[in-house]
C-alpha cells in the first residue's frame, strides 16, 4: 500500500498477494481493511479456481501457463512467448482484463479459432529490465462461463558481476 | 409556542454548525471483489485494488489482515 493516510477524496493502491501454493479448486481469500471509520471492518475479495493440472484446462490450454522471464547473465531477456490453444469447437475472443502497470506491454491475439493455437508476447519496458518482480495477467474468454485465466509472470534478475560485487562487499 | 420554535431553530442550527467539524471518514472501495480464474498451483499472482476517502475527515488504515 502507498498510502496509510488519506485525505478526504484521495485515494491509494492496495495489492493483495496470493500465493497459489498446492491448494485445489475453488479458493476465496477476503483480506480485511481496518480503519479509523470504525467497525465493521471492510474486506476485499479475490476468488481463483487453482488447477492442478493446467495443461488439461477448458476451453483454452496455455503453454508455458506460468511466464518465467528471468534472467541470470548479463544477456538482455526482455521477452518471452506464450501459445494459447482453444481446445473447444468455438470460436473465442479474448479481453485482457487486469496487468501491472508499467513494467511490461503484452500483445494478445483478438480471436482464436476453435482447435487453433495463437501466440501472445510479452516484452519488458526499457524501465523494467533491471527489476524482480512477481506478478499476473489475466484474460477473460466470450465463451458462456466467461472463463478467466490468470497467467503468473515472474522475473529474477540476476548477474554474476553483481553477485560477486555483493559477496565481496561483506 | 414562539419560543418552542425558536429553542428547535437554534438547536438544528447549532447541530448543522458542529457536525462538519466532527466528520467522519468514511472507506469507499469502487471494486471489491476480483475473480483470478483458472490459475496453476505454485504460482504468485496479484490484483491491485483502490480504496477511497470519501468521508468528510481524513481516513486513516491501520492494518490489512489476510483472509
Known amino acids: ?170 | 409556542m414562539k419560543k418552542t420554535i425558536l429553542t428547535l431553530g437554534l438547536v438544528l442550527g447549532l447541530i448543522m454548525l458542529i457536525v462538519p467539524v466532527y466528520g467522519a471518514p468514511r472507506l469507499t472501495i469502487p471494486e471489491a471483489e476480483f475473480n483470478f480464474g483458472y490459475v496453476p498451483q505454485n504460482a504468485k499472482i496479484s490484483h491491485v485494488f483502490w480504496l477511497k476517502s470519501t468521508g468528510d475527515d481524513s481516513l486513516r488504515i491501520l492494518s490489512v489482515k489476510p483472509g
Open chain 1, 1 to 170: 500500500m502507498e498510502k496509510k493516510e488519506l485525505a478526504v477524496g484521495d485515494s491509494t493502491r492496495l495489492e493483495v498477494i496470493f500465493s497459489t501454493r498446492r491448494y485445489n479448486n475453488r479458493v476465496i481469500k477476503r483480506p480485511r481493511i481496518e480503519t479509523n471509520e470504525g467497525p465493521p471492518n471492510k474486506h476485499v475479495q479475490i476468488t481463483s479456481q487453482v488447477v492442478r493440472r493446467p495443461d488439461s484446462t477448458y476451453p483454452v490450454i496455455i503453454k508455458p501457463y506460468k511466464l518465467d522471464i528471468s534472467q541470470f547473465g548479463e544477456k538482455v531477456r526482455d521477452e518471452i512467448k506464450f501459445n494459447i490453444t482453444n481446445v473447444s469447437d468455438s470460436n473465442l475472443n479474448l479481453t485482457l482484463i487486469d496487468m501491472p502497470e508499467g513494467l511490461f506491454e503484452l500483445k494478445l491475439p483478438k480471436t482464436i479459432e476453435a482447435g487453433k493455437t495463437a501466440q501472445g508476447v510479452l516484452k519488458l519496458h526499457q524501465e523494467s529490465i533491471e527489476m524482480s518482480f512477481e506478478k499476473s495477467i489475466t484474460i477473460e474468454l466470450d465463451d458462456e462461463q466467461a472463463s478467466r485465466f490468470t497467467i503468473p509472470v515472474k522475473r529474477t534478475r540476476r548477474t554474476v558481476g553483481k553477485t560477486t560485487a555483493q559477496k565481496s562487499g561483506h
